[in-house]
């Protein structure tokens, strides 16, 4: 079991697999200020590690400078032991990231089924040509069609994006970032904006696909779903990392309880 020594964190893969992705003393500042400091932290295959923090806590910050949407100031980030640091975001996307975003990003125009199909190589580049589905490989269609089915939306294929509930529109990211076939599918706080039915058939969905990606990352503000669903649970503040450990460990931790709460305050974080 991860222990927890003061500041800093000791923590070992639940198996002996090498880790699918290492992050090793990752710093992004923009200017003066410093949205990741030096953040050590590994996800094993076969792991669902959760990652909370207050706003500003430098969750997203995270995310986007592992799959190069931000380029890092320092430190190293590998993906089955390649470093992706140096690299390009559509690159380190073909090498087995998947994720999806805190603010919905769809093709509003386009229908449930092509917004899945831009995920495959041959769209990567011009989204668009997923409209003309007449050349579109028989075996694509197929396998966008079945990610849809995992996520309860087959029957929506043939609808515009943009008239999909706002708890479908999130499960059609997800569906999106798994088309692409990660290795380790990053969600950035899935959740949000949920009520509690949609939040409760978010937490079935993310333990079906499981099966289907070796490891998450799992950003999140709801904290039933951290403790529901996750392995293991990191937490930061100010851009770094102030515990690990079980949900329960961290979110009885004195440093986590004061960055949520402000004090010192012994009541367990239920936010």
Not at 47 to 73: Q, W
Not at 101 to 112: D, G, P, S
Not at 184 to 197: Q, R
Not at 207 to 219: D, E, F, G, T, Y
């Amino acid at each position: 079991m991860p222990r927890i020594q003061g500041r800093r964190i000791m923590s070992q893969p639940p198996n002996h697999l090498p880790p699918v992705l290492v992050v090793r003393d990752l710093c992004k500042y923009f200017g003066g200020v410093k949205a990741l400091d030096g953040i050590d932290l590994h996800v094993a295959p076969g792991e669902l590690l959760g990652v909370i923090g207050p706003n500003g806590a430098g969750k997203t910050a995270l995310i986007n400078t592992i799959t190069g949407f931000y380029r890092a100031t320092s430190g190293c980030v590998e993906l089955q032991g390649q470093e992706v640091s140096h690299l390009p975001m559509h690159q380190i996307g073909r090498l087995g990231i998947g994720r999806t975003f805190q603010n919905i990003r769809l093709f509003k125009r386009m229908t449930v089924l092509e917004n899945v199909l831009v995920a495959f190589k041959q769209f990567s580049k011009s989204p668009f040509l997923s409209f003309f589905r007449n050349g579109t490989p028989k075996a694509d269609i197929t396998s966008a069609m079945n990610w849809l089915e995992q996520l309860q939306l087959a029957d929506h294929a043939n609808d515009l994006a943009g008239s999909l509930s706002y708890g479908d529109a999130r499960r059609l990211e997800i569906a999106r970032a798994l088309a692409g076939n990660p290795q380790l599918l990053l969600l950035d706080e899935p959740a949000a904006g949920m009520n509690d039915a949609e939040t409760e058939q978010l937490t079935q969905d993310i333990r079906k696909i499981r099966q289907h990606v070796s490891s998450i990352l799992l950003i999140e503000h709801d904290m039933g779903v951290i403790r529901a669903l996750s392995d293991r649970v990191v937490a930061m503040d100010y851009g770094k990392k102030i515990a690990e450990g079980t949900a329960r460990e961290v979110l009885e931790h004195p440093e986590v309880l004061r960055a949520y709460l402000g004090g010192d305050e012994e009541d367990e974080v239920r936010t």
